[in-house]
């Protein structure tokens, strides 16, 4: 009797018949699905860039199912793309059994930020199409990527102009060197012909041109840090301390948590990306949501003009620090002035902009002698200033919505629309930290996940439609 069955096909035996890598993918597995998604897509102005001519390309399509099947899977290395390619057989379906090796890959994805963004464009579409996205209530956040900048080559001014310092003194001292030993060279060069840099140099020299372009980048935009391997980069607080990163903006859609727009930006803050990622939810929907919200980070004059002239109901708390009290002082919009519990007037003085809100200030010059002038300013100041938001108007209601019932059961929601979306970008698919440098690199790498977790989106809808059709 047998204990052990035998293998269906031992190492060295011959397949009868050739097998086909169909076999090896279940009819049921997502990898089926992202290869329909891609095939479905509209291709042409990625097709456009081959023009014919030297050794054949691989086909950008598989290419591109490769390359958003692995950050599904939370392979972003073009190394680990190439090595998968060849071992796992959910990448040789996609490739068709071809095999890209990782420069190529990394050449791909490097090149081509418009495909990428046409990719997830279409994903957006789809899930539309679908019903996936219904736009009836989206949230707006922003999720910090740390940059491809290791700490210590992260600088402030002081500490590049030290740096750049050390490193002339330091090529000085590999030149004094080399004469000293000139007459060792023989020994030092072998069959060299003796007349090349040391490597040591070389490596001086390389860092010091790499240093001298992030100074010119950080004196070129007044600022005060520079991350030297990607001056794109600006330095942001991070859960982990302040980093070299960029900004992701997503705007999620409630239904069922698809993003339906998505970039990289520069700033910090979040106060100015309100109107410019609405605009690209218009761009790739031809529909503008219902209702948003957007965490106190979002609140500008810009973002609150901007909804209300788009008749967008939005809901983003005033988290500003609040001015000098006014109780007592009473507004006149005829004379644009506030007047004191003593009458006097407190007139119009200037105008300020903090964190994208506009502020104008008040200031009465007639306090010497009131009675009131130590408890109304305090010791350390002659005057009583006030400063009134310029869209007071919009600001009340935008308060008194997010202080109503249903603006607080709205707002509830924000979390768990957008915050699990970043949750599965960055801990699913490990993106915690970026592998390609420059704004355009972050791009790239951003759309690539948000189009893989779309894409995610749609085929476990597929998968459970084909259930419900088995079932019934």
Known sequence: MKIFREPVAPRGQIFLLPPSVEDYVPGDSAVRIVSEIVDSMDHSGLYAKYTGGGAPAYDPKIMLKLIVFGYSQGVRSSRRIDAASGQDMRFMFLSE?????????????????EAVNISFRETVRISMEMGLALLEHCSVDGTKLEANVSGKETYSKDRLEKTLELIDKRIAQILEEADRIEEEEDALYGDARGDELPSELKDAIARKKRLEAAKKAMDEAGRHTVGATDTDSRLMKTRSGNKAAYNGQAVVDKENQVIVAADVVQDETDNRQYAPMMDDVKANTGAKPEKTSGDGGYFSTESIEYAANEGIDAYIPDTSPKKCPREGFVYEEERDAYICPEGKALTLCGERVNKGLEYRIYRC???????????????SSRYKEITRRVDDHLQQAMSAKMKSEEGRSVYRLRKQIVEPVFGNIKANMGMRRLLLRGLEGAKIEYLLACTAHNIGKIARYWIQEKALMIAG
Do not use: Q, V, W
């Open 365 to 379: 010059y007639r306090c010497t002698g009131c009675p009131r002038a130590e408890a109304c300013h305090g010791k």
């Open 97 to 113: 059994m071809s095999h890209p090796d990782f420069r190529t890959i990394s050449r791909f994805r490097k090149e081509n930020l």
